[in-house]
């Protein structure tokens, strides 16, 4: 069994110093991905540096939109008022992930640092590049059926696992880190990587960085908006595809959309083609339908995922469907 340190602290900056100071150190909140990785022996850290107590569960509106801090639950952020009327897309996406246990446990920086659900990464007898780069991957000629369509490399092909991290996407949020060179911001999308020739790296911060907050801007997305999962079983399963949608609407008239989909890559993938293919249109099915090909551009299928391929854009036309419908 691997033997770790223990520490809890109540500071950021204390909690940066100590995760600094031993190699292999790691974060711990609500660890309902990192004690499973443990006891599986996928990781196996030095130090746990517990930053539970740290002053970050705060959800708080801002000039320009809302703040969440990062140890907040995603019970919390599902059933806060303001996350409900100003961005409603956000709670449903995070209501459709796990279990209301795991929900109640589960914070918005673990959610954001969430490992892949690939079977090949759990199993540490098997090749994963990812667990342990320059192994092979075991998915590419395996089972490979919840495996991405988008932006895979021939080192991996897994998909991030997370509902809230697609609705993130979708609603261009920021994340503020603090690390050893002090404070710095990141876009969504430069927050998660794909995989290349490092899948081993699924996000973009620097060792040791701590995610203390995410600001979602005020956005016309709150009335025309759904997440739509697609899974093998209704309640506590990962996304085989999700989309989450917002429309501007003027009348039919689509002013602007947002499109990002979970299920099809190494992250939350926008789907920006469509988006704009999309403004000043009608809302029509055939519209919804050319978005949902756009939004698909590039993808490829492996052995057991093809179905994905039209699973995909069906779900991105469904949601904007069922978003457009709103009334
Ligand atoms: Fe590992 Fe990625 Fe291949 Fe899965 S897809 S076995 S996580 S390298």
């Known amino acids: 069994m691997n033997q770790f340190e223990y520490v809890r602290l109540s500071d950021v ?27 599986m022996g996928i990781t196996t850290p030095a130090r746990l540096v517990d930053i539970k107590p740290l002053p970050l569960a705060m959800i708080s509106r801002t000039a320009g939109g809302i703040t969440i801090g990062a140890i907040a639950s995603n019970s919390q952020v599902a059933e806060h008022a303001d996350i409900k009327s100003m961005f409603p897309l956000l709670a449903m996406a995070i209501n459709a992930g796990a279990s209301p246990q795991l929900r109640n446990m589960a914070t918005t920086g673990g959610n954001l640092m969430q490992r892949t659900r690939c079977p090949y990464f759990f199993d540490i007898t098997m090749p994963c590049n990812k667990r342990a780069p320059g192994t ?27 509902d809230m991290n ?31 020739d490092h899948p081993e790296l699924d996000n973009t911060l620097a060792k040791g960085e701590l995610i203390t907050s995410v600001t979602i801007p005020a956005s016309p997305f709150n009335k025309n908006y759904h997440y739509l999962k697609v899974r093998d079983r209704t309640s506590y399963a990962f996304a085989l595809v999700s989309a989450a949608v917002g429309l501007q609407m003027d ?3 689509i002013r602007a959309a947002r499109i990002a989909m979970g299920g099809v890559a190494h992250k939350p993938w926008r789907a920006t083609a469509a988006e704009k293919f999309l403004q000043g249109k009608t ?15 590039g993808a490829h299928g492996y052995e057991h995922n093809k179905f994905k391929l039209k699973l995909a854009p069906n779900a991105v036309r469904q949601a904007l469907l069922t978003a457009a419908a709103k009334k």
């Open 136 to 162: 092979g991957c075991g998915a590419l000629e395996g089972i490979n059926r919840m495996h991405a369509i988008l932006g895979a490399s021939d080192k991996c092909i897994a998909v991030n696992p997370s």
């Open 13 to 39: 900056t204390g909690a940066a110093k100590a995760i600094s100071k031993v190699a292999n150190s790691q974060f711990l909140a609500g660890g309902t991905n990192l004690i499973d990785l443990i006891k």
């Open 283 to 297: 809302a029509t099915d055939e519209n919804f339908e050319k978005a949902g090909q756009l939004a698909i551009e």
């Open 166 to 196: 697609v609705a993130l996407a979708a609603l261009d949020a920021t994340i503020e880190v603090t690390g050893a060179k002090g404070k710095r911001v990141i876009r969504i999308a430069d927050f998660h990587r794909l995989p290349g």
């Open 251 to 253: 009348g039919n008239t």
